[in-house]
C-alpha cells in the first residue's frame, strides 16, 4: 500500500481537497468493502502533514470532552505516523466528531507488548471538524513537523522523495450498537497497532 503525498506551497491559500486523490478505507480484518464510505486526502507544506478524512456517516456516537479521553471507545479517525520505519516507536493521532483530540506516542517491542504515552502532546497539532454534503462529515489534521523527532531530538522533516510508514483508522458505532473497524492498510485483526501492516506515505514534491 502506497499513498503519493503531494507539496502544497502555501497552506494559507486554499487547499485544493477535491483535485488531491483520495485514499479509501476497507475492513480492518478482511479487507472488505466498509458499510460506509471513508475517504482521506493528505498533502504537505514545509511545516505539516495535512490529512482529511470524509466520511459519510448515518449515526454519531461522541460524548468525551476533554483531550486524550479514550475517544477510541466511541467513533474516531485515526492516523498512525512511523518517520523511521522500524514499527518501535510511532504517533498516534485521533480526533472525534465533537472536535476532541487524543494524541500519544507509542513504544512497541513488536511482540504485542506496548507502551502508549499520553502524556507526549504534539502541541502544534491543530484539527477541526465539519459537515460536508449531506450524511458526511470532514475531520482535519494538521500535524506540524516540529514535534516529530527522533531519538536525538531531530525534528523528523521529509523532503521529496522521503517514505514515512503510515496507517489510518476509523471505528464507528451503528445504530444497533455494533462497532465497525475499517483502515486503509487492512491488519488482519481487530487491531490497529500493527506496524507490520502499515502501509508507505511517499512526500511528492513536483
Known amino acids: 500500500m502506497r499513498y503519493e503525498c503531494l507539496y502544497i506551497a502555501d497552506e494559507n491559500a486554499h487547499i ?65 505516523l512511523d518517520p523511521e520505519g522500524t514499527g518501535k516507536v510511532y504517533y498516534e493521532f485521533e480526533l472525534s466528531p465533537r472536535g476532541v483530540e487524543f494524541d500519544a506516542l507509542i513504544h512497541n517491542n513488536l511482540d504485542g507488548h506496548k507502551k502508549v504515552d499520553v502524556a507526549w502532546d504534539a502541541k502544534g497539532l491543530r484539527t477541526s471538524v465539519s459537515d460536508g454534503a449531506e450524511g458526511w462529515k470532514h475531520y482535519d489534521l494538521r500535524i506540524p513537523f516540529a514535534d516529530l523527532t527522533d531519538e536525538q531530538e531531530q525534528v523528523k522533516v521529509p523532503q521529496h522523495g522521503t517514505e514515512w510508514n503510515w496507517n489510518l483508522y476509523r471505528i464507528d458505532d451503528d445504530t444497533e450498537g455494533q462497532r465497525h473497524y475499517w483502515a486503509w492498510s487492512p491488519t488482519g485483526a481487530v487491531n490497529f497497532h500493527v506496524p507490520q501492516r502499515f502501509g508507505t506515505l511517499v512526500f511528492v514534491k513536483e
Not at 466498509?34 to 466520511?55: I, K, Q
Open 16 to 80: 485544493p481537497w477535491d483535485e488531491i486523490t483520495p485514499g479509501v478505507l476497507y475492513d480492518v480484518v478482511t479487507g472488505a468493502k466498509p458499510r460506509l464510505e471513508t475517504r482521506f486526502r493528505a498533502c504537505w507544506t514545509g511545516d505539516a502533514l495535512l490529512v482529511r478524512f470524509e466520511c459519510e456517516d448515518d449515526h454519531v456516537v461522541a460524548t468525551m470532552e476533554r483531550r486524550d479521553d479514550p475517544i477510541y471507545e466511541e467513533d474516531v479517525v485515526e492516523v498512525f
